[in-house]
């Protein structure tokens, strides 16, 4: 049997996941007739089902995005595009957007076609909703990562989990 290989994204996020842990200290065994009681060590809390990261935005734009109340400056639409041909148009929109000082963007992906429901199960394929699917992982890529602040899903009146907010830095020049 041979080994999977992590990608690189799974290497990135396991680093992620386990970077603030610590080896546990190393305990002698208890001898037979040792007084001294046994330390107990508190477990650490449970991790949310969602890691926690940072936001570059304050509290009153999240809770404006959240909740719908902000107009993208821009809109980005991928509907119908292979997913190389969506890589090269928000990479080029994205860079244009943040020479213009835009902040809020808006980028539709659409959620994919459901399955038929006499359609087989497909176990490997990525058929249905590949744009919806790259497209945050797009946006995590080292290329974007200086210049977007937050990215989330859109609130439904905008498209809601076929469409991302991207809200991007202030210009350093401007």
């Given at each position: 049997?041979?080994?999977?290989?992590?990608?690189?994204?799974?290497?990135?996020?396991?680093?992620?996941?386990?970077?603030?842990?610590?080896?546990?200290k190393k305990t002698r065994p208890?001898?037979?007739?040792?007084?001294?009681?046994?330390?107990?060590?508190?477990?650490?809390?449970?991790?949310?089902?969602?890691?926690?990261?940072?936001?570059?935005?304050?509290?009153?734009?999240?809770?404006?995005?959240?909740?719908?109340?902000?107009?993208?400056?821009?809109?980005?639409?991928?509907?119908?595009?292979?997913?190389?041909?969506?890589?090269?148009?928000?990479?080029?929109?994205?860079?244009?957007?943040?020479?213009?000082?835009?902040?809020?963007?808006?980028?539709?992906?659409?959620?994919?076609?459901?399955?038929?429901?006499?359609?087989?199960?497909?176990?490997?394929?990525?058929?249905?909703?590949?744009?919806?699917?790259?497209?945050?992982?797009?946006?995590?890529?080292?290329?974007?990562a200086g210049f977007i602040a937050?990215?989330?899903?859109?609130?439904?009146?905008?498209?809601?989990?076929?469409?991302?907010?991207?809200?991007?830095?202030?210009?350093?020049?401007?």
């Amino acid at each position: 049997m041979t080994r999977r290989v992590p990608s690189e994204e799974e290497r990135a996020l396991f680093e992620a996941t386990f970077r603030d842990t610590r080896p546990l200290k190393k305990t002698r065994p208890k001898r037979a007739g040792a007084s001294k009681p046994v330390r107990k060590i508190a477990a650490p809390p449970l991790a949310a089902s969602k890691p926690v990261k940072p936001s570059g935005i304050d509290g009153n734009t999240e809770r404006g995005l959240r909740q719908g109340e902000r107009a993208p400056d821009a809109r980005l639409d991928l509907h119908g595009l292979s997913e190389a041909s969506a890589h090269r148009a928000l990479a080029t929109f994205l860079r244009g957007a943040q020479a213009r000082g835009l902040r809020l963007l808006l980028v539709v992906t659409g959620k994919g076609k459901a399955d038929a429901p006499d359609e087989p199960f497909d176990l490997g394929g990525r058929k249905r909703g590949v744009l919806n699917a790259m497209t945050p992982r797009w946006l995590r890529e080292s290329e974007f990562a200086g210049f977007i602040a937050d990215v989330r899903p859109a609130h439904r009146k905008h498209g809601g989990a076929g469409a991302l907010y991207v809200y991007l830095r202030k210009n350093a020049g401007r």
